[in-house]
């Protein structure tokens, strides 16, 4: 039905900005949509959600990271501003059709793409 494609990712250094993007195809209306990250052997976690024109973010973000929509491009997109070490992680686009609180919780996503790695060095 959907399918989402992350890129942008890549190797920065801390205090360095970069910008992720979600190409999102096929024929569906995401009311959600999330990024989420995970690093190696750590649990995923929330980054930030968008719906309506409502937005939230993760608390180890917040301030630094700002999520859109741009819905000329059909895409999701995560402005990722004074990154910082612990910012590497595989990040990955969510998103689904419906409404549901706690839109934080990545089990409320069924549409997800495969990631894009960030590194940030010291």
């Known amino acids: 039905q959907v399918q989402l494609l992350e890129s942008g990712g890549g190797l920065v250094q801390a205090g360095d900005s970069l910008t992720l993007s979600c190409a999102i195809s096929?024929?569906?209306?995401?009311?959600?949509m999330a990024w989420f990250r995970q690093a190696p052997g750590q649990e995923r976690e929330f980054v930030g959600s968008?719906?309506?024109?409502?937005?939230l973010y993760g608390d180890s973000v917040k301030g630094r990271f700002a999520i859109s929509r741009d819905f000329a491009e059909n895409a999701l997109k995560l402005q990722m501003n004074n990154l910082k070490p612990e910012d590497t992680a595989t990040y990955y686009c969510?998103?689904?059709?419906?409404?549901?609180?706690?839109?934080?919780?990545?089990?409320?996503?069924?549409?997800w793409g495969q990631g894009t790695q960030v590194t940030v060095s010291s």
């Open positions: 969510a998103g689904r059709t419906g409404m549901a609180a706690f839109l934080t919780q990545q089990h409320l996503y069924p549409y």
């Open positions: 096929g024929r569906a209306d995401l009311s959600a």
């Open positions: 968008i719906w309506l024109d409502n937005k």
